[in-house]
């Protein structure tokens, strides 16, 4: 059964990068044809897909944030990695690692940006 647990700080500051593990077990992230995604939801707001890896490695990012995201993978430790610059209270949100085909996800993990 494949599990996914988000992991990183609940707090950060303004302009600081964010940095989230996401780290599954029961599966590989290079199982064939799974995209390994974040994903998060702002409070009061509805869910905004930020980016994705797939099983090959290509990263995928929304046009949004492409500027400011970076996901990446150890599969050592079959971890995926969120990394989102210069963060603004317009950050804060649950954010959530899933996989797709069909979805799971994590439980989430509340981070807010405040000084």
Do not use: H
């Not at 590989?28 to 797939?54: C, F, H, S």
């Not at 969120?82 to 979805?103: F, K, N």
């Amino acid at each position: 059964q494949v599990q996914l647990q988000e992991s990183g700080p609940g707090l950060v500051k303004p302009s600081q990068t964010l940095s989230l593990t996401c780290t599954v077990s029961g599966g590989a992230v290079t199982t064939n044809d799974y995209y390994w995604n974040w994903i998060r939801q702002p409070p009061g707001k509805g869910l905004e897909w930020m980016g994705a890896i797939g099983d090959s490695g290509t990263t995928y990012y929304s046009p949004s944030l492409k500027s400011r995201i970076s996901i990446s993978r150890d599969t050592s430790k079959n971890q995926f990695t969120l990394q989102l610059t210069s963060m603004t209270p317009e950050d804060t949100a649950v954010y959530y690692c899933a996989r797709d085909g069909p979805w799971l996800w994590g439980q989430g993990t509340q981070v807010t940006v405040s000084s």
